[in-house]
């Protein structure tokens, strides 16, 4: 089995930087693209960023310049380090990963348990 666990969130004041880690275990055969999302109260879950195997980076236009998404392939782990955070960035933060274990043929996407991100004003 595969799974996420996701670290790294909890309270900041507006203009702060959090960093969230997620870190895969399990029979891992490989790993392609990985990201975060996030669901705030009452909203729909939303791209905040994602990175692919080979290190392309995408981000929501709002997240782009603040926020950071990174790999270490060696660790299987994820990276989202958060900037000039602001108090509508607050929500629950999940991170994914599309991994191919050891026992399959075709790769699935799991995610992790998320974790809370609040921002104070």
């Known amino acids: 089995q595969v799974q996420l666990v996701e670290s790294g969130g909890g309270l900041v004041q507006a203009g702060g930087s959090l960093r969230l880690s997620c870190a895969a275990s399990?029979?891992?055969?490989?790993?392609?693209?990985i990201g975060w999302y996030r669901q705030a109260p009452g909203k729909q879950r939303e791209l905040v960023a994602t990175?692919?195997?080979?290190?392309?980076?995408k981000y929501a236009s709002s997240r782009e310049g603040r926020f950071t998404i990174y790999r270490d392939n060696a660790k299987n782990t994820e990276y989202l380090q958060m900037g000039s955070l602001k108090p509508e960035d607050t929500a629950v933060y999940y991170c994914?990963?599309?991994?191919?274990?050891?026992?399959?043929?075709?790769?699935?996407?799991?995610w992790g348990q998320g974790t809370q991100v609040t921002v104070s004003s």
């Open positions: 399990g029979k891992i055969g490989s790993v392609n693209t």
């Open positions: 994914y990963a599309n991994i191919r274990s050891m026992t399959s043929s075709r790769p699935f996407n799991y």
């Open positions: 990175i692919s195997s080979g290190g392309s980076t």
